[in-house]
């Protein structure tokens, strides 16, 4: 069997993050999480929650970007949270035309419900991995996380 060149290597990694992506996004995925923390949500809805969650209140195009979404998505999201009592929006004070996006009680709770359902789902995948294999994947990912943010053109 010949030797597997850096092509090869990074060619798999590159695939190994595309799966990796789409089972996380998945409907097994998604459907687990929900079973496990009690939130049905769309990974949107999450996303938005999650991005209010650690960044606090926000005008809607902040959180579109926070949340790494498309602000036509966004805007759908916040209809639904809204409408459901996880977010509500307020006059922005420095600008009368714009508006502050913010969690309710019951979207900071309902969102943490689902970052405790998803963190055992992730610690039950990593069951068989010692405190030093999680540590350096850790680590790999940030860089990975920090060398894919701004990765430049290529030749």
Do not use: C
């Not at 409907?27 to 209010?52: I, K, P």
């Amino acid at each position: 069997m010949p030797p597997v060149s850096r092509q090869d290597d990074l060619r798999d990694i590159d695939l190994a993050f595309t799966r990796v992506g789409r089972i996380g996004r998945g409907r097994a995925a998604t459907r687990l999480r929900a079973e496990v923390s009690g939130v049905d949500l769309t990974n949107a809805a999450v996303g938005v929650l999650g991005a209010l969650h650690k960044g606090g209140p926000m005008r809607a195009t902040a959180l579109a970007e926070a949340a790494d979404t498309e602000a036509p998505l966004v805007s759908r999201e916040l209809r639904n949270l809204t409408a459901a009592g996880y977010v509500e929006t307020k006059p922005d004070p420095t600008d009368g035309r714009g508006r502050i996006v913010s969690l309710t009680r019951k979207g900071r709770t309902t969102y943490e419900r689902f970052r405790a359902g998803a963190d055992r789902i992730t610690a039950h995948a990593f069951r068989d991995w010692d405190d030093e294999e999680i540590a350096q994947l850790r680590a790999y990912m940030q860089r990975v996380v920090d060398d894919f943010s701004n990765p430049g053109r290529p030749d």
